[in-house]
C-alpha cells in the first residue's frame, strides 16, 4: 500500500488548493492552440499540394518544439505552485508562470 500514500497526498493537495486545477487547463488550452495553428494550415496546403513542402516540414517540427517547450513550461509552473502550497502559501497563477520563465534555457535543455 505505500504506492496509494502518494495519490491520497496529492488528492488532499488538490482538495485544499483548487487553484492548481487552472495548470492543467492551462496546458490543454496550450495544446490545441499550438497544435491547431500547426496543424489547419498543414492540413489545407495538403489539398493544394498532396507532397509535404519544406514550409510543412519545418512548420512541424517548429511547432513540435514549440509545444515540448509550452507543455514542459506548463509542467514547471505547476510545480512551482505545488511548491508554494506545501510550504503554506496561496498557488498564484502568474506569480509561478514567471518564475519559470525565469529558467527558460533550462527548460529548453
Known amino acids: 500500500m505505500i504506492t496509494v500514500q502518494p495519490v491520497r497526498v496529492s488528492f488532499g493537495v488538490l482538495r485544499n488548493s483548487r487553484r492548481l486545477l487552472v495548470f492543467p487547463l492551462l496546458s490543454?488550452?496550450?495544446?490545441?492552440?499550438?497544435?491547431g495553428g500547426v496543424?489547419?494550415?498543414a492540413f489545407l496546403r495538403d489539398w493544394a499540394e498532396p507532397s509535404p513542402s519544406t514550409f510543412d516540414?519545418?512548420?512541424?517540427?517548429v511547432g513540435y518544439l514549440l509545444l515540448g517547450f509550452a507543455l514542459t513550461?506548463?509542467?514547471?509552473a505547476m510545480i512551482?505552485?505545488?511548491?508554494?502550497?506545501l510550504r503554506g502559501e496561496p498557488a498564484r497563477i502568474g506569480v509561478n508562470y514567471r518564475r519559470a520563465l525565469g529558467h527558460w534555457r533550462r527548460l529548453l535543455a
Not at 490543454?28 to 497544435?35: D, P, V
Not at 513550461?73 to 514547471?76: D, G, K, M, Q, R
Request: charged content about 10%; some cysteine; glycine content about 8%.
Open 73 to 76: 513550461l506548463c509542467s514547471a
Open 57 to 61: 516540414v519545418i512548420s512541424l517540427g
Open 39 to 41: 496543424a489547419v494550415p
Open 28 to 35: 490543454g488550452a496550450a495544446l490545441a492552440l499550438i497544435s
Open 80 to 85: 512551482c505552485a505545488v511548491d508554494d502550497v
